[in-house]
């Protein structure tokens, strides 16, 4: 019932910005909060952020907060992720998630639904 796409990765320079997109479609989407992951090579997959489509304020993980900034269009049923000052541990494969609305979750086993992924690439 959610569909999810992911789009807007590319290779980028260690220091530069890049914004990432997901679109939601279906008929329940909105009962679910957004959560953006990453998977590196050889690592497991790890929370950057999550934002849900009304009240509240986005939660990062730590080794994001104060670089990437999550946002919403409600009328475009788009999430983005703003990513600044990338560095080259930054560079995976960039998943958003629908998974629980009304407590906060980074474990990827708890969210439901998953995009295909966008890769990100970060050269020092």
């Known amino acids: 019932q959610v569909q999810l796409a992911e789009s807007g990765g590319g290779l980028v320079q260690a220091g530069d910005s890049l914004t990432l997109s997901c679109a939601a479609s279906g008929r329940t989407f909105r009962n679910y909060a957004m959560g953006w992951f990453r998977q590196a090579p050889g690592k497991e997959r790890e929370f950057v952020a999550r934002?849900?489509?009304?009240?509240?304020?986005?939660y990062y993980a730590d080794s994001v907060k104060g670089r990437f900034t999550a946002s919403r269009d409600n009328a475009k049923n788009t999430v983005y992720l703003q990513m600044n000052s990338l560095k080259p541990e930054d560079a995976a494969v960039y998943y958003c998630a629908a998974g629980p609305l009304l407590t906060i979750r980074t474990n990827p086993n708890e969210y439901d639904y998953w995009g295909q992924g966008t890769q990100v690439t970060v050269s020092s």
């Open positions: 934002i849900k489509w009304s009240g509240g304020s986005p």
